[in-house]
C-alpha cells in the first residue's frame, strides 16, 4: 500500500526558509516522478514542483521559480523542496504527490506552512 508522508511544515516569517520531506513507502520509488501541490484556502490545489523518476529534470510554477528546489533521494525514498524567500502568499497546506498507471494519483495528509509575521 502506497504511503506518503510530509514532514516540515510550520510557521516563518516573511523571507524565511522552510525544508518539507516526503517519506514514502509501498511502491517503487525510483521509476516514479514525484510533485509537491499546494492549496490555500479558498483556492484550488496548484502544482508547486514536479520531478522526474530518476531526479534529473525538475518543474516549478511560475509563482516558485527561483525560490523553491525540489529534490528526490532514490536511496532513502524521500522528496524534499527547499523554500527560500518566503511570502505571506506561499502559505497554503503542501502536499506530496505521485501517480501510478495502475493505481492512480496518491496523496499525503499534508502539511501546514504558514508566512506571516
Known amino acids: 500500500q502506497v504511503h506518503l508522508v510530509e514532514s516540515g511544515g510550520g510557521l516563518v516569517q516573511p523571507g524565511g526558509s522552510l525544508r518539507l520531506s516526503c517519506a514514502t513507502s509501498g511502491f517503487t520509488f525510483s521509476r516514479y516522478a514525484m510533485g509537491w501541490y499546494r492549496q490555500a484556502p479558498g483556492k484550488e490545489r496548484e502544482m508547486v514542483a514536479t520531478i522526474s523518476a530518476a531526479g534529473g529534470a525538475s518543474n516549478y510554477a511560475d509563482s516558485v521559480k527561483g525560490r523553491f528546489t525540489i529534490s528526490k533521494d532514490n536511496r532513502e525514498r524521500t522528496v524534499a523542496l527547499q523554500m527560500t524567500a518566503l511570502k505571506p502568499e506561499d502559505t497554503a497546506v503542501y502536499y506530496c504527490?505521485?501517480?501510478?498507471?495502475?493505481?492512480?494519483?496518491?496523496w499525503g495528509q499534508g502539511t501546514q506552512v504558514t508566512v506571516s509575521s
Open positions: 504527490h505521485t501517480f501510478t498507471v495502475s493505481s492512480g494519483d496518491y
